[in-house]
């Protein structure tokens, strides 16, 4: 059974930056959907009685099983989305995190621009990660319900690009919404935590 965890924060701690009718929308309706679904079509299945991630790696090798991938990758990324945010959040990370992001891309703003750039020109609905991958850290852009479990990365942080994130407080502006995703509202201390212990990481659902 996948189950709905309510938000872990209130659902007016990221206004104005997001306010609580998107997250009320949003988690109570679009999250609570994806689980609903995902339970039904897994009932009877070789999925029954899997961890949600086992469930989204397994389904994601049998194209037969899309629709079980897709509600239950969605379920998934919700969740993790949820916790990359933060009352209070935004800003620059610290310690390990900042120093390989130094590393890794040559500076805080070049990340940022990265980050942005790959939200901001992701076709249609999606997602932006931030991700470990072989000791490195990069930022993956996936479609739909796509996710770094399938790609063998860890991930750190993630932003929604799906429209249902942001269309009430931003309509059709994408590159504003994640530019302050990413300076007020990243909970970069839950991204720290996933490199510190990458073997949670895929746990935070």
């Not at 239950?72 to 959040?89: D, E, I, K, T």
Request: aromatic content about 12%; overall charge negative; cysteine-free.
């Amino acid at each position: 059974m996948i189950e709905l965890p309510p938000l872990p924060y209130p659902k007016d701690a990221l206004a104005p930056h997001i306010s609580a009718d998107t997250l009320s929308f949003h988690h109570d309706k679009h999250h609570k959907t994806y689980v609903e679904t995902a339970n039904k079509l897994i009932v009877g299945t070789e999925y029954e009685k899997l961890p949600l991630e086992q469930i989204i790696t397994r389904a994601a090798k049998n194209a037969e099983h899309k629709k079980i991938f897709n509600n239950a990758a969605q379920a998934w990324n919700h969740n993790f989305y949820w916790h990359s945010m933060a009352p209070n959040g935004g800003g620059q990370p610290q310690g390990d995190l900042a120093k390989k992001i130094e590393a890794d891309f040559g500076g805080f703003d070049k990340f940022r621009e990265t980050f942005l750039a790959a939200g901001a020109g992701q076709f249609g609905s999606g997602w932006v990660w931030l991700t470990l991958a072989n000791g490195k850290l990069k930022v993956l852009a996936t479609a739909n319900a796509d996710n770094p479990l399938t790609h063998g990365e860890v991930p750190l942080i993630v932003s929604d690009v799906w429209e249902h994130a942001y269309y009430l407080d931003y309509q059709n502006r994408r590159p504003d919404y994640l530019a302050t995703f990413f300076d007020k509202v990243a909970n970069w201390k839950f991204a720290a935590e996933n490199l510190a212990h990458p073997e949670n990481a895929t746990k935070a659902a």
